[in-house]
């Protein structure tokens, strides 16, 4: 069988999920699962979590009902509501919450007749200009939902476009008209995504909206005391499947872009782009063999990539190899680290990994 395989710590996955609510403890903090619960496995992660947590996120109705159809019972808000009106008795059927963030969302729902009102959260544009009312629509859009029979526990949502740089200029900006709108309104609020929950205690509303720091990344530019909790819960692993030696100057892989600086033993590892990996890694993106640290040389292949294993005396066919996460030995590497390398985000590393790659679970305790 294929070595490689994404273990998924659902033990750690709690422990970052408690890490956020002792971040705010005022807030209720929405677990948020969209992307398959950023390539984890959105299932086994609602079930690892129902118990400790009020309410889940999705990005649409197909990714609720699938955990409805998992038994999961808890609210599950929809994070861009329905897509159609027709999606309308759907999300009374699975008993859902969701956001609204266009007029024809609101007209649609107020011409529905719900046997049960409908949890709506509105979505206000404060900065982000993506989804969501502008500030001065949302008053006149929150007289109409908040009496309206089909709707119920009406909060305001928005969300932020830099809870993660270090200056807090332009978040402050949104948080400040965020919290002048809600005193008009006398609104509860759900503002903070990872970064604002981590970074930004003024953000905490009613609810919160945490998602990459449950699977332990990092969303800050600088780690702080907290962040440094964060535990990883997909670490990524395969094998050594093949070993050579070559010459000093010979190069290695596609198009020859590494060449060997010194004669060289160069690893050939079972994970490539056709599993997720990022083929934009460049030489020198670090993974770990038998727990210590080596680098990649050369281009990374679709189901291969390649390993200067120079220094790594115990280096061997079927060593342990952590493309990103925990090492057997407990050694760690970040995904955040690895993404820097493939000048991306760990969320695309994450929600990158294919359905080719199996995921393992484990725990100890539920
Ligand atoms: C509306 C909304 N809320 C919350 C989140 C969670 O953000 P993060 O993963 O940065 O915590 C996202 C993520 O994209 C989002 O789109």
């Not at 949502?157 to 809600?182: E, I, P, R, V």
């Not at 060449?259 to 083929?279: E, K, L, N, T």
């Not at 080596?294 to 990374?300: E, L, M, P, R, Y």
Request: glycine content about 8%.
């Amino acid at each position: 069988m294929r070595p490689l395989a994404a273990h998924i710590d659902l033990d750690a996955l709690r422990h970052n999920y408690q890490l956020a609510c002792r971040c705010a403890p005022q807030s209720r903090s929405v677990a948020v699962i969209k992307a398959d619960a950023y390539g984890h496995g959105a299932v086994a992660c609602a079930h690892a979590l129902e118990s400790h947590v009020p309410a889940f996120a999705v990005a649409c109705i197909e990714e609720a009902i699938a955990l409805r159809n998992s038994g999961i019972s808890k609210p599950i808000v929809l994070l861009e509501g329905i897509f159609s009106a027709d999606e309308l008795p759907l999300v009374e059927r699975y008993a859902l919450w969701t956001a609204i963030h266009s007029a024809w969302q609101v007209d649609a729902l107020l011409a529905f007749s719900p046997s049960q009102p409908i949890p709506v959260w509105l979505k206000v544009d404060s900065g982000m200009h993506r989804l969501g009312f502008g500030l001065e629509e949302a008053e006149a859009v929150w007289q109409r939902l908040v009496n309206a029979p089909q709707v119920t526990a009406l909060h305001l949502m928005s969300h932020f476009a830099t809870a993660d740089a270090s200056d807090g200029l332009y978040f402050n900006q949104q948080l400040l008209s965020l919290k002048a709108l809600a005193k008009t309104l006398d609104a509860p609020l759900c503002l903070a995504n990872s970064p604002a929950t981590l970074a930004w205690p003024d953000a905490h509303g009613d609810w919160n909206r945490p998602g990459i720091m449950l699977y332990g990344s990092n969303p800050l530019e600088v780690a702080n005391p907290t962040t440094q909790q964060l535990r990883p819960v997909m670490s990524l692993r395969s094998e050594i499947i093949g070993l050579r030696e070559i010459n000093e100057g010979e190069p290695v892989g596609y198009g020859g872009r590494w060449r060997a600086p010194r004669r060289s033993r160069i690893a050939v590892v079972a994970a490539g782009y056709g599993d997720g990996y990022d083929r934009h890694a460049v030489d020198g993106t670090p993974v770990l063999i038998n727990g210590q640290r080596c680098a990649i040389a050369g281009k990374v292949s679709m189901d291969m990539l390649t390993v200067d294993v120079t220094d790594i005396q115990d280096a061997a066919i079927g060593s342990e190899v952590v493309l990103w996460g925990a090492a057997s030995n407990g050694a760690v590497l970040a995904v955040d680290e690895v993404a820097r390398y493939c000048d991306t985000i760990s969320y695309t590393l994450l929600t990158g990994v294919l359905p080719r790659v199996p995921r393992r679970y484990q725990e100890s305790s539920v």
